[in-house]
């Protein structure tokens, strides 16, 4: 591996501007197929053969004009008169009116949309027959809805300028006196990637790269190698919508990880050349050497976040997989780009790689010549007292870990949304005025095809009564009939929010009585609805997960083994991930869930986030072991007790991984800022999981572990050792070839010194 990678490092250095060409031509040929083939994202998340999408395939076999849940692009328009008066009255009556007239010009909007005055609506004979949870006007008249449909395949085909446009005519009506909020699937954008959050964790990375590197040319390599690499990811994304369905908030995470990545990954590899530096004056030898050891740990820390990644596909999720998929796409490209086109840049640059120098720094140093840093000072900090520093740890997370017991997942909804939002202020109107459940119905779709026809309808009252007759239900009642009667909808009413358990616990049981009243009346029943499908979809993830860590676990493990030839330091890093993730998930139902520091109103966590943050962050907890523990193996490769090995270890790579993992806490913190709630909770969970793992576990209790288990900790059984591929991470083999020792592996970063000689 190392000495593969020693000659791409040359080669693209030597030959910078063929690499530097291809670049721009992958970047070229994936631009066009993502302008000429992409489709709209989408924001379904629907799994084929939940028993909600079994259901609405029968339905869709009985009602062939009935569209996906997740395309239904509806907006309900709630119109409200001030406290003590009513929509009937002529100066509110009037204002309803004009807003109807509005609605109809809105773009996108049907010819034949049913708009109506609530007020005229409840008075229709249609309306009149309809449950007090279904009318379009509240029983005090003070509160009225009215629904429509845009003309769209699906919710992402909404134009921006649509709702710029009702945003408009809402505030018309607000002008008469009136209270207007809107909310639906049709009612907000997608979220769209890009915006300050990128530019806010690149600002902090840059300010962390010149403290780094003392350079602005070297500080601004990571970061434009980077924001190429996302560019690409990016990009690539777009283009597979043409093969696969991607949900709308891929881009933003796939931005997230591949910029963390991206720079990390640049900033290991540039490093280390700069280290090499110290013992060569051949740039080109320098590069080589440098991508041969730390492009080796580049690209097995990469594989681990490749392989919880892409694992996602296991648990057969379709949306789950695509996000996955193409995360670990922008991942990949991440580390070809550390390893081609970065050398390629070095060898444009050549010696103005570390020019336009803003800081001088004159380490200290030991009585041997050794660096003496923070890194040093740490490591036998530690030293002295790892078995208290273990136990702190161990602690510490776990008190964290603690409000994980009190998780709730779920779907976010409107009632769920933002206080200030005006999907939030119509649900509570909605709710207020009539119940919760009215945004959180149930769908039994009812077949009595196989029933004799005569018997149809009383079978179908006789599902209709059994629905009704089950507990928090305010309204069963059938909606809709097909033409010959042999199928029927049921619009059953919960008392409950969609994102209420006990809305939850009624779907249980109306799926558990489907069998009895199917056997009565000779029917054949499914619950479907926008609230069961999410139900479901939480389901699955649940039930995903395991298989999930499973083979996660295992495939890192064995790579692990690879790297470090041991049993133990793979061992120890995935309990310290363990560690780590469950520390991660207890503060985010903590702050997101329960609304702790008041950064978010209490919500449910949304269902696939556990699933997908264990992915990410054991990913990103293994790029931190191999960097720092593969310093540690390499110095005792090379001769050095245990003890001495994990200080030098830590003298060489402890800045520099904690600038990353700065660095990565920045970007992911940085889209806490974005307004969608995924987003947010998305960036809070993944930056602390970096500060959790990076700071705590791989610089605190790995650490720890590794002086009591001393030179035990590097154990692996012969025949093991026999099986396993010699992958020489360290570099050994090149070390060998091109130093004769290195009693003086001092990080670079360390001594800028070297400036001077080679700037």
Known sequence: MATLLHRLGKSAYRRWPLFIAGWVVAMLAVGAVAATMSKPMTDAFSIPGIPSEQAQTLQAELFPETTDAFDEAT??????????????????????????????????????????????????????????????????????????????????????????????????????????????????????????????????????????????????????????????????????TAFMDIGSTTPMLATMIGLAVGIDYTLFILARYRTELHHTEDREEAIGIAVGTAGSAVVFAGLTVLIALAALAVVRIPFLTAMGLAAAATVLIAVLVALTLLPAILGLLKSRAFGLRVRRYAPHREPDGHVLNNGVRWARTVGRAPVAFALLVVVLLGALAVPLTGLHLAFPTDSTAASDTTQRKASDL?????GPGREGPLVVVVDARDVAAEDRAGAIDQVARWAGGQDDVVNAQVVAMNDDGSGAQILVTPASGPDDTATETLLQHLRDGQPGIEAETGTTTGVTGLTAITTDVSDRLSSALPVYLTVVIGLAFILLMIVFRSILVPLTATLGFLLSVLATLGATVAVFQEGALGLMEGQPIVSF?????????????????????????????????????????????????????????????????????????????????????????????????LYLLGDRAWWLPRWLDRLLPDVDVEGEKLLRAHLRRPDDVDDALDDLDLQDSHA
């Open 609 to 705: 986030m556990p699933i997908f943050l264990i992915g990410v962050v054991f990913g990103l907890a293994m790029d931190y072991q191999v960097f720092l523990v593969t310093r540690i193996r390499e110095a005792h490769v090379h001769g050095y007790p245990m003890r001495e090995a994990i200080v030098d270890g830590f003298r060489n790579s402890a800045r520099v991984v904690t600038a990353a993992a700065t660095i990565m806490t920045a970007v992911f913190a940085a889209f806490m800022l974005q307004d969608e709630p995924i987003i947010k909770s998305m960036g809070f969970a993944l930056a602390a999981a970096v500060v959790f793992d990076a700071f705590v576990v791989r610089m605190v209790l790995i650490p720890a572990v």
């Open 430 to 434: 909605m709710a207020d005025a009539f």
């Open 75 to 240: 907006v309900n328009v709630v119109v409200a008169a001030p406290e003590g008066h009513r929509l009937s009255e002529p100066e509110y009556r009037g204002a309803v009116d004009d807003l109807v007239t509005k609605l109809r010009s809105l773009p996108q909007l049907p010819k034949d949309a049913p708009l109506a005055n609530p007020v005229d609506a409840a008075a229709s004979k249609q309306s009149q027959q309809l449950a007090p949870a279904l009318q379009p006007l509240s029983q005090d008249g003070r509160v009225g809805v009215i629904t429509f449909d845009f003309d769209v395949d699906s919710v992402a085909d909404v134009r921006a300028s649509t709702l710029d446009r009702l945003t408009e005519v809402m505030d018309d009506a607000r002008a008469g006196g009136l209270t207007v909020e809107a909310n639906g699937s049709g009612s907000s954008a997608s979220s769209e990637a890009g915006g300050s959050s990128e530019l806010i964790g690149i600002a902090v990375a840059l300010v962390v790269l010149v403290l780094t590197f003392g350079s602005l040319v070297a500080a601004g390599l990571p970061i434009v190698t980077a924001l190429f690499g996302v560019a690409l990811g990016i990009t690539g994304v777009t283009a597979m």
